[in-house]
């Protein structure tokens, strides 16, 4: 039981991952899941989009590529007549360089003013449509509207059809609000403009990861390391999407080859030993996570991962430790599994309590998850379990046809009700139960309980 969820768990925070993978930062800024910041090897490649950006995220350029603005937009503005109206593409140009530098010091408001002013001067100007389109797109402060906009991409690549950066973008955008069928054709398009871009083949593996097409997902992503073998960003797609597929030793040889380009990357080291625990190879699973919490010893996930492995293992009083920790500091992971928050965190010490038969505490923690939203039918079955053994059967009842509502298939379910409809002398739901379990059962202790308990049923 324990074990089936450490699987789903696991399972559905890759798959999370995945499904919001288009808000990774591109390799220019990082190779790591999500929000993690890491420092970038010298030996990455420039990326197409400058300053690159993540989908959701502000812009943040390399510190390597931040110059001081010399010339304020202002500066720029009045040193054209207000009464002059003709284009000006090279006081254009002159500001979009202006923006970039803004834009690099992470001084949106100065950036956008510049753009603004240089598509004033130049609406011809496919580059400062894609440098505002980039604002818009990352999430900063003078974002407008409450999402991404393809306005300004759609209006560089009108201007210029060959300006393959702005069909990245567009790629992108594509991607982030859920069309990544769009999202293939425009960042196929742009392929047959720059075969040989990386990036490009590296944000259409997310756009086929989008739709599940983990096949061509892989292909691509495979293109894009035969490219630039340095990619650590498309290491940690691969290693992800093998993970998914229960590839496990897939999964460790990327995770280790991400992490010879990221040797201080936290989250590598707690997705590999992860992995490493699915393949039964404990120790080193072990020593991943030693060396991520030695590297960031209050990275709540750590303790999180770690725990669950010692749940399934059955170190129950460890997995509690672990858990304790996190309550203690918080769930202040910077990566995406903040999504889990303590409801999960909560749920997995409830099992550990239910195991070491301390009821009255395992109720406490159900209640906690139950009360967080998670709505996993495994909180549900566990305070019934509670319940049950503490001799409240109506409250257990009523737990158990939750979880069965919200999982008709979870199997020891069936088992649990029909002994708690026995408590009640609800003989022949019981018999259903037993019945059903035994269809779908597959613990062979808990089936010849139920047999037995059936054939009593029927007997008396």
């Not at 834009?103 to 603004?116: P, T």
């Not at 992971?333 to 301390?358: K, P, V």
Request: with cysteine; net charge negative.
């Amino acid at each position: 039981m324990g074990k089936q969820t450490l699987y789903f768990l696991t399972a559905m925070a890759i798959l999370l991952l995945l499904v919001c993978s288009c808000n990774r930062v591109n390799e220019s800024e990082t190779a790591v899941p999500e929000t993690a910041v890491v420092e970038e090897p010298s030996s990455t490649p420039e990326p197409t989009i400058s300053p690159t950006t993540d989908p959701t995220s502000t812009p943040e350029p390399s510190p390597t590529t931040m110059p001081t603005a010399t010339v304020t937009v202002i500066q720029l503005a009045t040193s054209t007549p207000e009464s002059e109206t003709q284009a000006d593409p090279e006081q254009s140009a002159e500001l979009v360089e202006q923006g970039d530098k803004f834009l690099a010091q992470q001084d949106y408001e100065s950036a956008l003013e510049a753009y603004n002013l240089a598509i004033e001067l130049d609406p011809e100007n496919a580059i400062a449509y894609n440098q505002r389109g980039q604002i818009h797109f990352g999430g900063s402060p003078v974002s407008l509207g409450s999402g991404p906009t393809l306005a300004d991409f759609n209006k560089a690549i009108e201007l210029d059809p060959e300006y393959v950066e702005a069909r990245i973008n567009r790629g992108r955008v594509l991607i982030s609000i859920g069309r990544a069928e769009d999202a293939v054709e425009e960042l196929s398009l742009a392929l047959t403009l720059d075969s040989g871009n990386a990036e490009i083949f590296y944000y259409r593996a997310l756009a086929y990861e989008s739709l599940d097409d983990f096949e061509n997902a892989i292909n691509d992503l495979d293109q894009a390391i035969s490219l630039e073998n340095s990619f650590f960003a498309a290491y940690n797609e691969r290693a992800d999407i093998h993970f998914v597929l229960g590839n496990y030793e897939e999964a460790v040889l990327d995770y280790s080859r991400l992490l010879s380009l990221l040797p201080n990357f936290t989250d590598g080291y707690i997705s590999r030993g992860v992995a490493s625990f699915q393949l039964g190879n404990i120790d080193d699973a072990l020593r991943d996570f030693d060396t991520a919490i030695q590297l960031d010893p209050l990275n709540s996930r750590i303790y999180f991962e770690r725990g669950q492995m010692y749940y399934a293992l059955g170190n129950y009083h460890q997995a509690i430790d672990d858990f304790n920790f996190i309550e203690s500091i918080g769930f202040n992971s910077t990566s995406h599994y903040i999504i889990w928050g303590w409801g999960y965190s909560e749920l997995f010490r409830g099992l550990a309590y239910l195991e070491l038969e301390e009821y009255h505490l395992a109720l406490v923690d159900f209640d906690r998850a139950v009360e967080s939203g998670i709505n996993d039918s495994e909180a549900y079955w566990g305070r019934g379990d509670a319940y049950f053994n503490l001799g409240d059967f109506e409250a257990a009842l009523e737990d158990f046809n939750v979880a069965l509502q919200l999982d008709g298939n979870y199997e020891i379910v069936y088992f649990s009700r029909g002994l708690t409809h026995e408590q009640l002398e609800q003989f022949a739901e019981a018999i259903a139960d037993y019945e059903h379990y035994l269809e779908i059962g597959t613990d062979a202790d808990l089936r010849n309980e139920a047999e037995r308990r059936l054939q009593e049923l029927r007997d008396s």
